[in-house]
């Protein structure tokens, strides 16, 4: 039998020893551990107060935007087409100003509309009675009032189709107004599904193009290329934004509503229209029922009170 030495037994000081040194690591590593988590909860509180920052930033922003001019020929915040489709002369709303309703002349009903390029109820109003509203707007038995808002924005796959479309009318409003009603049409037409993303700008710069003919209103296209420069930059979309504003929390002028409620909002002169969308007779009744009804309140004798309104 053979007795070990101090290499193949540690004497009790170095069994503590070792202890000591172990507990040390241990400590260490758990300052460590506890430095990094630290510097990883800061970190993480910046980037959440900086998110919440920008958020705060945007929404304030969004809800001081600057005014903005509106575009011209809808001083109403909407557009007047009448006889031939040809629209009312308007100068723009000045940034910040009030918009100013337009004149009912109790000779030639006033048929105001208030829509969103996506609404798909409006799609059928629109796909029901744009061929009536049509013959009655190029006959001047009556003018028809577009006003387009932007309510279904945040409903097109993060595009903001209702925003662009809008924008884009108003565009064409600005710089080819007797082509509004052919292209607020031809929207109508080929009107994308909600929740889906919509026309891209260039695709509603190509349905300006048709809207405005082959000729394209000047030598040069250069109507157009106003048109588009427009559409891409978003000019009007501040505008939009106000004028669906004022629509939807304003008293609507020329009515008893308190506010658009929603799309499409049809009146003829000061009523609603509150029958079926998509039965264009029930429409024509209505209109020459209210066409009568403001002749004979009114005072004017000099035209003879309208007696018909000619199908589409």
Same mark, same amino acid.
């Given at each position: 039998?053979?007795?070990?030495?101090?290499?193949?037994?540690?004497?009790?000081?170095?069994?503590?020893?070792?202890?000591?040194?172990?507990?040390?690591?241990?400590?260490?590593?758990?300052?460590?551990?506890?430095?990094?988590?630290?510097?990883?909860?800061?970190?993480?509180?910046?980037?959440?107060?900086?998110?919440?920052?920008?958020?705060?930033?945007?929404v304030?922003?969004?809800?001081?935007?600057?005014?903005?001019?509106?575009?011209?020929?809808?001083?109403?915040?909407?557009?007047?087409?009448?006889?031939q489709?040809?629209?009312?002369?308007?100068?723009?709303?000045?940034?910040?100003?009030?918009?100013?309703?337009?004149?009912?002349?109790?000779?030639?009903?006033?048929?105001?509309?208030?829509?969103?390029?996506?609404?798909?109820?409006?799609?059928e109003?629109?796909?029901?009675?744009?061929?009536?509203?049509?013959?009655?707007? *190029?006959?001047?038995?009556?003018?028809?009032?577009?006003h387009?808002?932007?309510?279904?924005?945040?409903?097109?796959a993060?595009?903001?189709?209702?925003?662009?479309?809008?924008?884009?009318?108003?565009?064409?409003?600005?710089?080819?107004?007797?082509?509004?009603?052919?292209?607020?049409?031809?929207?109508?037409?080929?009107q994308?599904?909600?929740?889906?993303?919509?026309?891209?700008?260039?695709?509603?710069?190509?349905?300006?193009?048709?809207?405005?003919?082959?000729?394209? *209103?000047?030598?040069?296209?250069?109507?157009?290329?106003?048109?588009?420069?427009?559409?891409?930059?978003?000019?009007?979309?501040?505008?939009?934004q *106000?004028?669906?504003?004022?629509?939807?929390?304003?008293?609507?002028?020329?009515?008893?509503?308190?506010?658009?409620?929603?799309?499409?909002?049809?009146?003829?002169?000061?009523?609603?229209?509150?029958?079926?969308?998509?039965?264009?007779?029930?429409?024509?009744?209505?209109?020459?029922?209210?066409?009568?009804?403001?002749?004979?309140?009114?005072?004017?004798?000099?035209?003879?009170?309208?007696?018909?309104?000619?199908?589409?």
């Amino acid at each position: 039998m053979t007795n070990g030495g101090p290499e193949s037994s540690p004497t009790k000081n170095q069994r503590r020893e070792a202890t000591r040194e172990k507990a040390k690591e241990l400590r260490d590593a758990q300052r460590k551990r506890d430095l990094r988590n630290k510097i990883f909860l800061q970190g993480g509180l910046v980037l959440a107060i900086v998110a919440v920052v920008v958020g705060i930033t945007f929404v304030i922003t969004s809800a001081i935007r600057p005014p903005t001019a509106g575009p011209s020929n809808m001083a109403s915040d909407g557009i007047v087409v009448g006889q031939q489709l040809k629209a009312a002369q308007t100068s723009a709303i000045p940034a910040g100003s009030d918009p100013k309703p337009t004149q009912i002349d109790p000779n030639v009903p006033n048929i105001r509309i208030y829509v969103d390029y996506l609404c798909p109820i409006c799609g059928e109003f629109e796909k029901a009675n744009s061929e009536q509203l049509a013959t009655w707007a *190029e006959n001047g038995t009556a003018t028809v009032e577009y006003h387009p808002i932007a309510i279904l924005t945040g409903r097109s796959a993060g595009t903001q189709y209702s925003l662009r479309a809008a924008n884009a009318a108003a565009c064409v409003a600005n710089y080819a107004p007797d082509s509004f009603f052919v292209f607020s049409t031809l929207l109508f037409d080929d009107q994308p599904e909600e929740g889906t993303e919509g026309h891209s700008d260039d695709e509603l710069s190509a349905i300006a193009k048709t809207a405005l003919g082959s000729g394209e *209103e000047s030598p040069g296209g250069s109507t157009l290329s106003s048109i588009s420069k427009c559409i891409d930059d978003g000019t009007y979309k501040t505008w939009v934004q *106000e004028s669906t504003d004022r629509a939807t929390t304003q008293p609507v002028p020329n009515s008893n509503l308190e506010k658009v409620k929603g799309t499409p909002t049809v009146l003829v002169n000061d009523k609603q229209y509150t029958g079926s969308i998509t039965d264009p007779k029930e429409f024509q009744a209505f209109v020459l029922s209210v066409a009568s009804e403001t002749y004979a309140q009114s005072s004017s004798t000099a035209t003879p009170t309208p007696t018909e309104i000619p199908a589409g």
